[in-house]
């Protein structure tokens, strides 16, 4: 018996179709020889599509993806400042609302400094923690209007939405997910300032504590955690944080783990009542589009992420071990981004 996994593919624009064809060569190698079919459904989503039809999630789409097990994206977006886009809103309109809709609730970004990769930082030591972002809630949820717009008297205002179901949930995932690496939790928030957003996050992790008495926990202000990030990356193992301190660290994390063709993430709705989408962190880089730079390796980290995710847990540690030797035998010439899949590819065949 087969098992068949129904699979979302969301190429997106610009260097997102090149890193999605290397990341599915990598996923076709890693689950050949297993009992694992992949049944893939591609959809055309993102800038390119919204020039040609005016369109950027219909509910049709949104219907259609749903009915999947999972989503792998590229990334989508054209090229920063095109007039053509200005009222597009591809970030709210199409990822945000995905990541919404489909409740990921969990928005999970590894960080690893990998042996040989060079990094920003002199003396890095070991970095391997793992962000936890809160992906449904927070200051993101679009809670917020204006008045008087463009008038000296314009009053703005966009409120950050906590609620105990949404910070539990998620705080829970965190916790089991340090059970199962070094038992070590760092809450980051700004408690002393977000007294009200801030107390709800803290007394949830304090009760949830409670059931982990193996996991040690820890907190920072978010501002101390961007220091630490860099003077101390070491004493991270999972960070959980909300929505917009968790965008903002996962940056930091991706700079200081050697850059952003590295970083994969996950959004997750660990419930499994929608399809969890994997995609690289970085966006679809117009500037190196259609030129065979971009490096694969974040879009194919995401296939680990997936695979991991459906349990094929094997198969995920293959796609990483694999990666993790490509990068350690690479040198300073540069390769094309199918060159880079291939290797990758060959090693998992090997
Ligand atoms: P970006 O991540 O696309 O590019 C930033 C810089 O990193 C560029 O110089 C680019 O060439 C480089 N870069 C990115 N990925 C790379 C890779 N795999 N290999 C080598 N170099 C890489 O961010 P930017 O320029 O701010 O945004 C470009 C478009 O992407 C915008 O439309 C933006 O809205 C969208 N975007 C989409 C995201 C997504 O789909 N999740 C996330 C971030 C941005
Ligand atoms: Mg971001």
Known sequence: MSRVVKLAVIPGDG?????????????DAAVAGT?????RTRFALGAARYLETGDTLTDDDLAAIAGHDAILLGAVGGVPGD????????ERGLLLKLRFELDHYVNLRPSKLYPSVPGPLADPGEIDFVVVREGTEGPYVGNGGSIRRGTPHEVANETSVNTAFGVERVVRYA????????????????TNVLVHAGGIWKRIVDEVAAEHPDVAVDYLHVDAATIFLVTNPGRFDVIVTDNLFGDILTDLAGAVTGGIGLAASGNINPDGAFPSMFEPVHGSAPDIAGQQKADPTAAILSVSLLLDHLGLTEAAR??????????ADRSSDPRTTTQIGDAITARLQA
């Open 15 to 27: 260097i997102g179709p090149e890193v999605v064809a290397e990341a599915e060569k990598v996923l």
């Open 318 to 327: 293959r796609v990483t071990r694999a990666v993790e030797a490509d990068i």
């Open 175 to 190: 916790f089991d997910l340090a059970e199962r690496r070094r038992q070590k939790l760092t809450l980051v928030h700004k």
């Open 35 to 39: 009992d694992v079919v992949i049944d």
């Open 83 to 90: 007039p053509r886009l200005r009222d597009a809103n591809i």
